[in-house]
């Protein structure tokens, strides 16, 4: 887990070395974490993530050598999820587009006054913050597939119906099938006639997490040759308590048991248990009441050789709360010859809980229980290690079946599907079923098949690779890549397909809208702007010549013909559909937009914990156009509350508010109450949440300010 007190290391690369180190030192007074390093160039750019950590780029567009977009092709070939701003002063939709085609993590053009590092400094946060976590996940995941991979006992991963659904080597071996040969095959496969009625007792135990954690019964191998297995299963369940999966660590005592049961007709303690590892024996003589421990048995329970382990003083070691367990199992092995394989909690001599498996088998002498002859384990790492691969294992599952309008593949060396989860899968009709023990070619059409096998043969070689397929009217941006162990070695391959086709068809309606979009913005931006720059230049000369207080009221003027055209640009994009929307956590970027603004002695109370369904670089507008009216009606002090309704969302103030004549007007372009307002922050608001298929209305406060609810959104699980 990252540190949150860590220095995060910058690359700002600007040709203007002079912005660069100014922008620097802003961004650094911002957060004392911050530690930037500037560079003039792309290329002593690459030279430096080379040689240097970085956390993230911040990168112009415009330089002689490269434009930032080519800069950001060129880190992207090596590292593909590096955080990479784009910071230019010259932007335009063709821009944006193409720096998020070539995968841009944030877009910002630069502004006029300090503010602006404010912004920068909150996307760079934003933008580390999550690189971190992606990588976290990603590390966490590595170690749960080495665990599995490299368990010295067989590993097992069986579905919700108890259906295969991967092997490790060592259970191949012991069972003599390999992976493919048995995913989405039942446990009957492995189990011979005799001992199916028994096993099937345990499955459903399991199924029903009621037992049957423990387990020992012949299996079948491929070959036929009949191998005795002990079973140690555990149950994975979902926050409902429902199982979703169920693990089994399984080691082949075929010969354990011939040795057992020799051993036991030699009645020898001592020679059993060296048989047993890291596992103490013990034996109870019912006549003579006396107890027997072997050294591991001491050690276990942390007492002296000295000590004797009398019955009352054995069941004192045990944790109260599994006394009454353990009492009544020795009983019943003592008075009905009834064996007992419990998991109990001792508690040690330093005060030390730790768990053991403790077992016993009567042995009986003319028909009469003469003795008990037992075994018992500290179990306390591996109890831990099952709930930390029950924990990674519900975190994997969770985000690969909710990637959005996506899905997720695991392939082996033989192109074989071992895994396959995602919500688009039942889009097209499938199943992971369907899927995992299949090639390319077993499940998707023969040109897609081929491809398919191309890509996937690629990142077996170590090639990742991201291209598109259309899968009937759907197209699909798939990206594959290679799954490493700890060694470094190739073990399987990885495939991310998302449905785009949505997105495609976004695209090509704003291709067609782009060249009017661009004619308005050279005349506002071009035409307008400038005449007001020559104005503003002759403003401050003629100020140096001479004292009027016409002067004042005309700089006044042309500071809100400026943000007239600012609002005047950004309302002419409101009109373009969202982009890709997201799950975004709604308390986190309001607070976000609130620090954006420039509020003066506002506050924000925040009632909100939800997660919406929004695309976020507009949902920023619309909050920080809300929070600027706040502060503009309500005045400095204002306060400001974001709160939950049913289906949405409301920002209210504790100014005036609105009259009630007045509130089916506030959202048209051009209205204002303010004297030097540009009478379009409400209107934009309005754009956004028509683009997203939201509702808004205004209402009022409960503090008689103005309410503006938002509803209508699809609020993330």
């Not at 369940?237 to 089994?248: L, P, R």
């Not at 074989?416 to 989860?421: D, E, G, K, S």
């Not at 073990?491 to 991310?496: C, K, S």
């Amino acid at each position: 887990m990252r540190d949150q007190n860590e220095s995060i290391k910058i690359l700002h690369v600007d040709d203007e070395p002079g912005f660069a180190d100014m922008a620097a030192t802003f961004i650094e007074r911002e957060d004392d974490r911050f530690d930037v390093k500037t560079v003039t160039s792309p290329d002593e750019g690459l030279q430096h993530i080379k040689t240097e950590p970085v956390d993230c780029i911040v990168s112009d567009h415009d330089m002689p050598e490269q434009t930032g977009i080519e800069f950001l092709e060129s880190v992207r070939d090596e590292y593909p999820s590096l955080p990479f701003i784009l910071y230019t002063g010259k932007g335009s939709e063709t821009i944006a587009s193409d720096a998020i085609s070539a995968g841009v993590t944030d877009y910002l053009q630069k502004g006029n006054g300090t503010s602006q590092y404010t912004v920068l400094t909150n996307r760079i946060r934003n933008a580390v913050d999550k690189y971190h976590t992606q990588t976290e996940l990603a590390e966490r995941e590595k170690r749960l597939n080495l665990f599995f991979e490299q368990s010295p006992l067989g590993v097992v991963e069986w579905d919700k119906q108890f259906n295969f659904v991967r092997l490790n080597e060592t259970a191949e071996e012991i069972i003599g099938y390999a992976e493919g040969d048995l995913i989405g095959h039942s446990w009957q496969k492995i189990v011979p006639e005799s001992d199916r009625e028994p096993v099937a007792d345990v499955v459903s135990s399991l199924l029903e997490n009621k037992g049957g954690y423990y387990s020992v019964n012949e299996n079948v191998r491929k070959d036929d040759e009949r191998v005795i297995c002990e079973w140690y299963n555990r149950v994975v369940t979902d926050e409902n308590g429902d199982v979703v999966a169920i693990f089994s660590q399984f080691q082949d005592i075929t010969d354990r048991k011939a040795r057992e049961q020799e051993l036991q007709r030699q009645n020898d303690l001592f020679k059993k248990s060296q048989e047993i590892a890291n596992v103490g024996a013990w034996e109870y003589d019912i006549q003579g009441e006396q107890t027997i421990w072997t050294d591991q048995v001491y050690n276990i329970h942390d007492r002296p050789r000295e000590w004797t382990p009398n019955n009352e003083a054995v069941i004192d070691l045990y944790h109260p709360d599994d006394r009454p367990q353990f009492t009544q199992a020795f009983r019943d092995a003592v008075e009905a010859g009834e064996p007992y394989d419990l998991e109990l909690r001792v508690q040690l001599a330093d005060r030390e809980t730790r768990w053991v498996r403790t077992r016993a088998e009567p042995q009986a002498e003319d028909g009469e229980i003469v003795r008990l002859r037992g075994a018992i384990q500290d179990i306390t790492e591996s109890k831990q290690r099952i709930r930390e691969i029950r924990e990674l294992k519900r975190q994997y599952q969770s985000l690969a079946e909710n990637i959005p309008d996506g899905a997720v593949f695991l392939f082996n060396d033989d192109l074989h599907y071992v895994r396959a989860r995602g919500t688009e899968l039942e889009t097209v009709g499938l199943s992971p079923d369907e899927i995992e023990g299949a090639t390319p070619h077993d499940v998707f059409p023969e040109e897609t098949a081929d491809e398919l096998a191309h890509y996937f043969t690629e990142a077996l070689d170590g090639k990742t690779s991201t291209f598109t397929q259309s899968l009937g009217e759907d197209t699909y941006r798939n990206r594959v890549a290679p799954v490493r162990n700890g060694d470094g070695a190739i073990t399987y391959g990885i495939a991310l397909a998302q449905n785009v086709t949505n997105q495609i068809s976004r695209k090509q309606r704003l291709e067609a809208q782009n060249e009017q979009l661009e004619e308005f913005a050279k005349v506002v931006s071009h035409d307008l702007r400038n005449p007001l720059r020559v104005v503003d230049g002759y403003l401050e000369l003629l100020r140096k010549e001479c004292e009027s207080e016409h002067i004042d009221r005309i700089t006044q003027a042309v500071d809100r013909m400026d943000e007239l055209i600012e609002d005047l640009l950004l309302l002419a994009r409101q009109g373009e559909p969202v982009g890709e929307t997201e799950t975004v956590d709604l308390a986190e970027i309001v607070e976000t937009c609130f620090r954006t603004v420039e509020t003066d002695q506002a506050t924000v109370d925040l009632r909100v914990d939800r997660l919406i369904e929004a695309d976020q670089s507009r949902l920023r507008q619309l909050l920080e156009n809300l929070f600027r009216n706040a502060v503009e009606h309500g005045g400095a002090g204002v306060t400001i509350t974001v709160g939950e309704v049913e289906g949405g969302f409301y920002v209210e103030d504790d100014g005036p508010g609105i009259p009630e004549d007045e509130r089916e007007d506030v959202f048209n372009a051009g209205y204002s109450t303010v004297e030097d307002g540009t009478g379009f922050g409400l209107s934009i608001i309005s754009e956004v949440a028509d683009a997203h298929g939201w509702d808004i209305r205004v209402t009022d406060g409960t503090s008689g300010g103005a309410r503006f609810e938002v509803t209508g959104i699809e609020v993330a699980t």
